[in-house]
């Protein structure tokens, strides 16, 4: 799986967002996963009752989330999707995002070996971060990407 086949497969890539609330924002984040079958709408709850629990224990860097839960809790298929925020929302604790990377991975191997190294490469670059929140179309994150 890699985030460019699976964000143009599912269609998950959605720009400048309205989220008043950080569950509002994981919604619109997960949403085009549910809508593609790659995930069921449980998979979505999962994550907003996990994080009401245990904190946002995905945000990986200052703006940046990957909210995502256990395969076990309705993955179908691995898969990703990208969204932006027009303004910061803010999560338990304080963190304030406004681009998030749904995933779902259909076990941990997947989500260790494929899934985090490609985020991790795409945002080794600080000036990843930037173009993401600037991107107008989902042309720019494709090419991005590539």
């Not at 720009?15 to 008043?20: D, I, P, V």
């Not at 803010?90 to 997947?110: H, K, N, R, Y």
């Amino acid at each position: 799986m890699t985030l460019l086949e699976s964000l143009i497969e599912n269609n998950s890539i959605l720009l400048k967002q309205k989220a008043e609330t950080w569950e509002e924002a994981v919604n619109k984040c997960i949403k085009p996963l549910v809508d593609a079958g790659a995930v069921e709408q449980r998979y979505l709850d999962a994550i907003i009752k996990k994080t009401n629990e245990l904190g946002p224990f995905y945000i990986l860097a200052p703006g940046l989330a990957m909210p995502h839960d256990r395969p076990e809790s309705g993955v179908g298929r691995d898969s990703f999707s990208l969204i932006t925020l027009e303004k910061p929302v803010i999560f338990p604790d304080g963190p304030e995002v406004d681009i998030l990377i749904g995933l779902a991975a259909t076990s941990s191997d997947i989500h260790n070996e494929e899934a985090i190294p490609q985020i991790v490469m795409l945002f080794d670059d600080e000036a990843a971060f930037e173009k993401i929140r600037k991107a107008e179309s989902t042309d720019e994150i494709i090419e991005l990407l590539k």
